[in-house]
């Protein structure tokens, strides 16, 4: 049976970005979701962090997210391609 995650429609952009890193997909997606439609470019800041300071998972997620919002920059793109994470560099 699939552990129970908290409730994502009521979830922070603190909380949603920590589910960007979730180690089953479907979570980090609908995480990804929530982040672009209902916080919009409000959870930018908290995201853009995790490009630094996340996980692999939490960094490809957030290069989505942040394309989505037309807030990627070249510069992050730049590092991402430049990423010791496959993952990452992928995506």
Same mark, same amino acid.
């Given at each position: 049976?699939?552990? $129970?995650?908290? =409730?994502?429609?009521?979830?922070? &952009?603190? !909380?949603?970005? &920590?589910?960007?890193? /979730?180690?089953?997909?479907?979570? +980090?997606?609908? &995480? #990804?979701? %929530?982040?672009?439609? +209902?916080? *919009?470019?409000?959870?930018?800041?908290?995201? %853009? $962090?995790?490009?630094?300071?996340? #996980?692999?998972?939490? +960094?490809?997620?957030?290069?989505?997210?942040?394309? $989505?919002? *037309? *807030?990627? #920059? =070249? !510069?992050?793109? #730049?590092?991402? &391609? +430049? =990423?010791? !994470?496959?993952?990452? $560099?992928? /995506?």
């Amino acid at each position: 049976q699939a552990p $129970r995650i908290a =409730d994502l429609t009521k979830s922070s &952009a603190e !909380e949603l970005a &920590a589910h960007l890193g /979730h180690a089953h997909l479907p979570v +980090r997606v609908q &995480a #990804t979701q %929530q982040l672009v439609h +209902r916080l *919009g470019t409000a959870c930018q800041p908290v995201v %853009q $962090r995790l490009l630094v300071e996340g #996980t692999a998972k939490q +960094r490809a997620h957030a290069l989505w997210v942040l394309e $989505r919002l *037309g *807030g990627l #920059t =070249d !510069e992050q793109i #730049t590092a991402a &391609a +430049r =990423d010791p !994470e496959r993952l990452v $560099r992928v /995506h």
